[in-house]
T-cell receptor, first 114, second 111 residues
Framework: KAGVTQTPRYLIKTRGQQVTLSCSPISGHRSVSWYQQTPGQGLQFLFEYFSETQRNKGNFPGRFSGRQFSNSRSEMNVSTLELGDSALYLCASSSLGQVQETQYFGPGTRLLVL | DAKTTQPNSMESNEEEPVHLPCNHSTISGTDYIHWYRQLPSQGPEYVIHGLTSNVNNRMASLAIAEDRKSSTLILHRATLRDAAVYYC????????????FGTGTRLQVTL
């Protein structure tokens, strides 16, 4: 099976712009989670989508949003970019998002905001 | 979320066993203990998980204290490819899909 894929891998934006990142989960997986990784804050949970519905949400401002499509692919959007949004954005998928399940991570999208 | 505490860094010689400790004194009865690791320039990858009993898989072993307030990830023979940041994470059914990463332990493996 192909692993989790994320596009694009690298992105440069300027402050005030918006950005959309894409994640394709492992085939058959219905749960997709997003994480932000920065040197200062480490890995932080953004949100999780399951069957096109947001099921869990982390402590991020409303500028961070996401959605999931019927084929389980997910996108996250960041509006009005700030310098502090520069980070590695990771997507992870699992079959049903249950407590015992393994989450499989993609390689991430590295976003630089200038 | 229940909190975990890990040493910031550890060193090991190649082909020696490595014991990575994790304290989780506020663990609840329904919290599962998961370990993930992140190799340089990669996303995290699953290592092992358990609830009460010790667990073994092809990558590692997980030893869980009887009171469940601590656990130890055991790499039986460290290789250079095991150099990574190792995260000990508690998961419960309430937020099952959410991984709360701490600062982890950076493992250095030397020849």
């Amino acid at each position: 099976k192909a692993g989790v894929t994320q596009t694009p891998r690298y992105l440069i934006k300027t402050r005030g712009q918006q950005v959309t990142l894409s994640c394709s989960p492992i085939s058959g997986h219905r749960s997709v989670s997003w994480y932000q990784q920065t040197p200062g804050q480490g890995l932080q949970f953004l949100f999780e989508y399951f069957s096109e519905t947001q099921r869990n949400k982390g402590n991020f401002p409303g500028r961070f949003s996401g959605r999931q499509f019927s084929n389980s692919r997910s996108e996250m959007n960041v509006s009005t970019l700030e310098l502090g949004d520069s980070a590695l954005y990771l997507c992870a998928s699992s079959s049903l998002g249950q407590v015992q399940e393994t989450q499989y991570f993609g390689p991430g999208t590295r976003l630089l905001v200038l | 979320d229940a909190k975990t505490t890990q040493p910031n860094s550890m060193e090991s010689n190649e082909e020696e066993p490595v014991h990575l400790p994790c304290n989780h004194s506020t663990i609840s009865g329904t919290d599962y203990i998961h370990w993930y690791r992140q190799l340089p320039s990669q996303g995290p990858e699953y290592v092992i998980h358990g609830l009460t009993s010790n667990v073994n898989n092809r990558m590692a072993s997980l030893a869980i204290a009887e009171d469940r307030k601590s656990s130890t990830l055991i790499l039986h023979r460290a290789t250079l490819r095991d150099a990574a940041v190792y995260y000990c994470i508690l998961k419960n059914t309430g937020t099952a899909s959410k991984l709360t990463f701490g600062t982890g332990t950076r493992l250095q493996v030397t020849l």
